[in-house]
């Protein structure tokens, strides 16, 4: 079992930037993956950025230049650092982690509104 934690969400006025963290516990050794995933209002949940054990890194075209996804393996933490916020990326965050059996794991999710 992996449990995962987020913090830092919240409101803020467009063009602004917001750094979400996500710790890790449990059985970490098996992640493979960890990514972000968020859900805006009446819309299907949507992968925005992930991060492979091997440093690899994806990022849906919509926040390309402007979110970094960054994982901390000593510290079980993977990070997401939103800049030049647009008020459509107002959605629920979640943190996901993926292991290497195929199960995965999800955070409660953490709220992130931009607007002025």
């Known amino acids: 079992q992996v449990q995962l934690v987020e913090s830092g969400g919240g409101l803020v006025q467009p063009g602004g930037s917001l750094r979400l963290s996500c710790t890790a516990s449990?059985?970490?050794?098996?992640?493979?993956?960890m990514a972000w995933y968020r859900q805006a209002p009446g819309k299907q949940r949507e992968l925005v950025a992930a991060?492979?054990?091997?440093?690899?890194?994806f990022y849906v075209d919509s926040v390309k230049g402007r979110f970094t996804i960054s994982r901390d393996k000593a510290k079980d933490t993977v990070d997401l650092q939103m800049n030049s916020l647009k008020p459509e990326d107002t959605a629920v965050y979640y943190c996901?982690?993926?292991?290497?059996?195929?199960?995965?794991?999800w955070g409660k999710g953490t709220l992130v509104t931009v607007s002025s």
């Open positions: 996901n982690a993926h292991n290497n059996y195929g199960v995965d794991y």
């Open positions: 991060v492979t054990s091997g440093a690899g890194t």
């Open positions: 449990g059985t970490i050794f098996s992640v493979d993956a």
